[in-house]
């Protein structure tokens, strides 16, 4: 089956930093892949759909600046926090969608980021 | 409110049937899906149902889908410690997924 492979799966940084997070599609092209993030005790919110080729759309109250995504080929897709602070330490999971209609979206495997 | 919501907290003893349930609000969804959620990692897909059936069998996973009163059921029978997880439904609707806030099955030996 579909298979997303998500990376780094914990990160520690310092405040002020950027860190980098790989999505990428194992054996099927992705034009589409969405960015999530979790909050502790809480469902997805989704931050993002990232479009190969093309600029992301950010959902309402999401930074595009802070939040960079780059979809730069079929089968990678990448979040970049820059400058990172605190209260942006969560759990980030990207998910991609194989085809339209019936098998949903395939998720990695998440990235908890922690800002200290 | 939410578009779809869900129980938080389930508890259940090692054996034992769970059925966790889930409410949605979007008539239009075409498909709906489980997806099971183990501590620190991604999503899991479980299961899906189309809309316009009302039962799907998996192994030890049933899904019943009452569209009339828009509500979706997951029964996992002989539920096992290994089930413990967060349980998310979520609907499908054109291109968008929403999702509830998630399940937190507990299983007791």
């Known amino acids: 089956g579909a298979v997303v492979s998500q990376h780094p799966s914990r990160v520690i940084c310092k405040s002020g930093t950027s860190v980098k997070i790989e999505c990428r599609s194992l054996?099927?092209?992705?034009?589409?892949m969405f960015w999530y993030r979790q909050f502790p005790k809480q469902s997805l919110m989704l931050m993002a759909t990232?479009?190969?080729?093309?600029?992301?759309?950010?959902e309402q109250g999401v930074e595009k600046d802070k939040f960079l995504i780059n979809h730069a080929s079929l089968t990678l897709s990448t979040l970049t926090v820059t400058s990172a602070h605190p209260e942006d330490s969560s759990f980030y999971i990207c998910?991609?969608?194989?085809?339209?209609?019936?098998?949903?979206?395939?998720f990695g495997s998440g990235t908890r980021l922690t800002v200290v | 409110g939410e578009d779809v919501e869900q129980s938080l907290f389930l508890s259940v003893r090692e054996g034992d049937s769970s059925v966790i349930n889930c409410t949605y609000t979007d008539s239009s969804s075409t498909y709906l899906y489980w997806y099971k959620q183990e501590p620190g990692a991604g999503l899991q897909l479980l299961t899906y149902i189309f809309s316009n059936m009302d039962m799907k069998q998996d192994q030890r996973l049933t899904v019943l889908l009452n569209k009339k009163d828009k509500h979706l059921s997951l029964r996992i029978a002989d539920t096992q410690t290994g089930d413990s997880a967060i349980y998310f439904c979520?609907?499908?609707?054109?291109?968008?997924?929403?999702f509830g806030a998630g399940t937190r099955l507990t299983v007791k030996p």
């Open positions: 990232s479009n190969e080729g093309s600029k992301a759309t950010y």
């Open positions: 998910s991609a969608r194989e085809r339209q209609g019936v098998y949903g979206y395939t």
């Open positions: 054996d099927f092209q992705a034009t589409t």
């Open positions: 979520a609907e499908s609707i054109n291109n968008d997924m929403r």
